[in-house]
């Protein structure tokens, strides 16, 4: 599975983004998506995951009722809906895929991994 990441850009706090993630691949139904970022300075941390059906999402803390993970298997894509956003979400976002379907925060589990896209809130 390859995946493409795209949708970043630089909004003020407050805005919306939407990012997207591609993947090739004849099985990505198969797989649970999970998004990721990376902050300057800092590791990587976990922002939500979304199961290989969709029936199951999971999400970070500091995105709980302001980011939406979904996905469309017809079209090989999963989105990641952002909104009211902050300077502290100003990050990389990565999307990955994981074989075991059901959408883990932990990224040791993924397997594949897109080249990230990013995100400036500015204040």
């Known amino acids: 599975v390859q995946l493409q990441a795209s949708g970043g850009g630089l909004v003020q706090a407050g805005d919306s983004l939407r990012l997207s993630c591609a993947a090739s691949?004849?099985?990505?139904?198969?797989?649970?998506i999970g998004w990721f970022r990376q902050a300057p300075g800092k590791e990587r941390e976990f922002v939500a995951a979304i199961s290989w059906g969709g029936g199951s999402t999971t999400y970070a803390d500091s995105v709980k009722g302001r980011f939406t993970i979904s996905r469309d298997n017809a079209k090989n894509t999963v989105y990641l809906q952002m909104n009211s956003l902050k300077p502290e979400d100003t990050a990389v976002y990565y999307c990955a895929a994981d074989h075991n379907g059901y959408g883990s925060r932990y990224d040791r589990v993924y397997d594949y991994w897109g080249q990230g896209t990013l995100v400036t809130v500015s204040s």
């Open positions: 691949g004849r099985t990505f139904s198969s797989y649970a």
